[in-house]
């Protein structure tokens, strides 16, 4: 249980920082300081998919992400009428997307320019080893690229090659490496076991073996 709490604690003071960090950007660059109080005051500011019930899934012009002032605003559906027939998720904003993928409930376009074309989807899992007691951390490329292209991670966030990698859970709370997409439109890091689900390989076990004079035949 403490140790539990003592990882809440963390993530909290994590999102805090990084909020403010991304505020004092903001107001740098001319977004003033109004940007930054409301960072403070919300340290899952960063994070979309953490935010509390009352919060998730509003409309667009009240998400903060669209722009209320846009008459095409209005004009997008509401998500909480859009997601009512899509299968259900207990994080994020409640919508198991890769379940609504495979049933073809939701087909992402390929190409804006273009509606009949097919991903190139690669079928590859990348098993990353983690210390300690966590399950090992198993990156299925088959379904990211049945919506995303490669172009889209490598090499900008991930250099394509074995061990050119760095990736720590500080870097993730803080909104990199994984964290640029998990958080903010691919579920929340608090679903530990869905990126942390290979067992680790049992020790192998010790052959005890006797020593001593070879027996008379």
Known sequence: MRHRIAL???LLVLSAASALLHAQDRSAAGGGTTIVAQAAGDPNAFNRLLAPPGARNLSPAEDGIHDPGNAG????QPPLQSFQLLPRSNAGNR???GAALSKKQIQPRWETGNPKAEPAVMDLNIVREVKGSMPDV???HKQHTEWLDCSNCHPAIFVPQKGANQISMAAILL?????ICHGKVAFPTSECRLCHSKKKDAPAQAVETKTGPEPKR
């Open 73 to 76: 605003t209005l004009a997008l």
């Open 95 to 97: 919508v198991d997307w």
């Open 8 to 10: 809440r604690v963390a």
């Open 138 to 140: 198993v990156y299925p």
């Open 175 to 179: 909104g990199q490496k994984c964290g």
